[in-house]
């Protein structure tokens, strides 16, 4: 089975930062494109990120210039940099494929306060 396990979420003033971290066991990120995803209740789901199996980036608007997708080949990890954050970015964040052809993970809270 493939299983995706987020970290790193928290409770963070706004301008803060934080990592976020996705493990994944089953699926190979080297070779798949990978993305985060967040949602906050009531609201519908929105990809924040992407990256390719190539390595190339992408972002929506309101977080580029301020998150970095990045993985780690070797571990095996995929990670979500995310600096100036904002209160609008308070969610759970999750990791899957762009597709969403994996089971959803719990998810890691991220809370920005004011």
């Known amino acids: 089975q493939v299983q995706l396990v987020e970290s790193g979420g928290g409770l963070v003033q706004a301008g803060g930062s934080l990592r976020l971290s996705c493990a994944g066991t089953?699926?190979?990120?080297?070779?798949?494109?990978m993305a985060w995803f967040r949602q906050t209740p009531g609201k519908q789901r929105e990809r924040v990120a992407t990256i390719t199996s190539d390595g190339t980036p992408a972002y929506i608007d309101s977080v580029k210039g301020r998150f970095t997708i990045s993985r780690d080949i070797d571990k095996n990890i995929l990670y979500l940099q995310m600096n100036s954050l904002k209160p609008e970015d308070t969610a759970v964040y999750y990791c899957n494929t762009p597709g969403l052809t994996t089971t959803w993970g719990r998810g890691t809270q991220v809370t920005i306060s004011s």
């Open positions: 089953g699926i190979i990120f080297r070779f798949n494109s």
